[in-house]
Antibody, heavy 122, light 106 residues
């Protein structure tokens, strides 16, 4: 069974850095079969894709956050992480990590974490 | 930037058919996926590659994608199907989600 679990501070001060980690069990992040993604959902709103990392370390971002976001991986712990700098209240959201099936005819998110609420407030 | 447009809400009576549309420029040339999100829960993949159901998804869920519109159909809707539904596609290496459709079964 594939499980993803987000962890990190639930409260971040404005202008500081948001850091979240996704721990994966039941699947290896070191396989070419999948991408590992971060997706967020502002309160009461829809889903927004943030970015993804591939087993090779290649990363891709939504232009809306590209200048502030970093995604990294720790294959020894089977984890990948998101950092978002210079946060504002607009970054308050539930942050999900999700597995994406790779391949030219895929690109769907088949497993999701339970989500982590991050509030940006002083 | 690429946009996917969904109706904000759809209402359906139990046992009847609900249809949710998702519109985007040349969406039919891309692969569309659909997600169900019940209140307080994480999204669940219900359709991938336009019309394929993952294991465990009831066959009352079906979908199609052609032209500029992808469509999710729930045949014989049940109270458990009451949720928000999101379409998703990729454009220029960016995953794009529709704004979501709230399906009410009453």
């Amino acid at each position: 069974q594939v499980l993803l679990q987000e962890s990190g501070p639930g409260l971040v001060k404005p202008s500081q850095t948001l850091s979240l980690t996704c721990t994966v069990s039941g699947a290896s992040i070191s396989t070419a079969k999948y991408y590992w993604n971060w997706i967020r959902q502002h309160p009461g709103e829809g889903l927004e894709w943030i970015g993804r990392i591939y087993y090779s370390g290649g990363v891709y971002f939504n232009p809306s956050v590209k200048s502030r976001a970093t995604i990294s991986q720790d294959t020894s712990k089977n984890q990948f992480s998101l950092t978002l700098t210079s946060v504002t209240s607009a970054d308050t959201a539930v942050y999900y990590c999700a597995r994406e099936v790779s391949g030219p005819q895929r690109g769907d998110f088949d497993y999701w974490g339970q989500g982590a609420l991050v509030t940006v407030s002083s | 930037s690429y946009e996917l447009t969904q109706p904000p809400s759809v209402s359906v009576s139990p046992g009847q058919t609900a249809t949710i549309t998702c519109s985007g420029d040349r969406l039919g040339t891309k692969f569309a996926s659909w997600y169900q999100q019940r209140p307080g829960q994480s999204p669940v993949l219900v359709i991938h590659q336009d019309d394929k159901r993952p294991s465990g998804i009831p066959d009352r869920f079906s979908a199609s994608n052609s032209g500029s519109t992808a469509t999710l159909t729930i045949s014989g809707a049940q109270p458990a199907d009451e949720a928000d539904y999101y379409c998703q596609a990729w454009d220029n290496n960016v995953a794009v989600f529709g704004g979501g459709t709230k399906v009410t079964v009453l």
